[in-house]
């Protein structure tokens, strides 16, 4: 069966036809390390990752490479707001962003450059523009002169001459024209910097990911993949810059996610909205917050609320159960069924492939996946036995496509305490025991809703109170 992709360079799906038959090379653009990541980066990352995974279950030799963005405006600022080096900020905040990418599942990206360890070749490359006339020096930083290149806006339908024609704000009288961006900012005051050819500075952002993306992975990339809010200015002139130092086309197929919204509104600061991915995991559960994540196709809105993540959990439950079921089933080897089961299995498998298939779409795959544990219920229902190699075959099939493509653990999360938690718990009761014996009823009964809301049931039994983790997948 043929892939097709949506090329957002074209506008179109298009069959999937790598550089190199066999090998994908793909690039996505990863966090700027100077806070937690939220929500929506994690959506983009799993999005990405799932994809990455379908390439490597249809057979594909696929080398991932995701950057990480250590110094730039929000990094400088939020050290100098703490007071340490950007280098102890990006450190606290890749620990941490590496750590939510386990969590959710994520394979490892094969490469995770920082923009701090590639200055050099930085460098380099806006010596070539430079060289190549495309972009020039005014006081120590360096633009990119995007009148130069005749396909600007290729990718996002921002013409040159549009953005000229635009207001724009604070645009320094030095350049070429108003839209060219920098490869190079001098420094200023106390900022980190580094020697180049033109004074003391910092590479621009877009730079960055041109650099890092063509040394690790070629002049033309299979892949280049991130959020839709990236499509301009950073993928457009990471564009403009790559291919004309190169002369190649940068990269084959551009994919971009659609959007996340928590609660039917555009998730920020300000509105109190802000949901960072640990505190999903930490509500939710990682596998559940992945099902709900991949439930959605990647080019669709998708809205993070308590309802749908609820009927997350309840449909990870479901497929949890059936497969438990399916596995209590007695094995036989010779003569005991499951032969039709295995059939209409693997017609089920065919059908999650041709979504997949299809622009990668995970919303009709997941559909795929809930009539299979459909089809095992009804069996098992029936049946209390299965031929030992019919059980192997469709236990690997759910395996493969739960596990290996959307990347969910098939093991129920076992409530983790420790003994700090165990003691802390011992404290409450205590307390709402004591607060009872007083008549303070109404504080007692909210703490017990309190816990419930964060998944811990208080049961009253004659013998006292006793306590444990909501049921969960
Ligand atoms: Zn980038």
Redesign the pocket.
Known sequence: MTLKVFNNLTKRKEEFVPVEKGKVNMYV??PTVYDYIHIGNARSFVAFDVIRRYLEYKGYKVTYVS?L?DVDDKTIRRAKERRISIQQLGEKYSDAYFDDLTKLGMKKPDINPRATQHIEEIIDLIQILIDKKYAYVVDGNVYYDISKFEDYGKLSGNKAEALEAGARIEVDPRKRNPADFALWKRQKSEEPAWNSPWGKGRPG??I??SVMSMKYLGETLDIHA?GKD?IFP??EN?ITQSEAATGKPFAKYWLHNEWLTVNGEKMSKSLGNFITAHEAIEKYGSQVVRLFLVSVHYRSHIDFNDRSLKQAKRNLEKLFNAMEMFEALREEHKSAGGKELFKQVEKIRQKFEEAMDDDFNTSLAVSALFSLTRKINLYVKDHGEIETEVKKKIRGIVKRLVEDVFGIKMERRKPETDKLVENLMKLIIEIRRQLRERGDWETADDIRAKLKALELVLEDTPKGTEWKIESEP
């Open positions: 653009c990863g950057n963005t952002w877009h960055e990911c991130g990236l950073h993928h990471e």
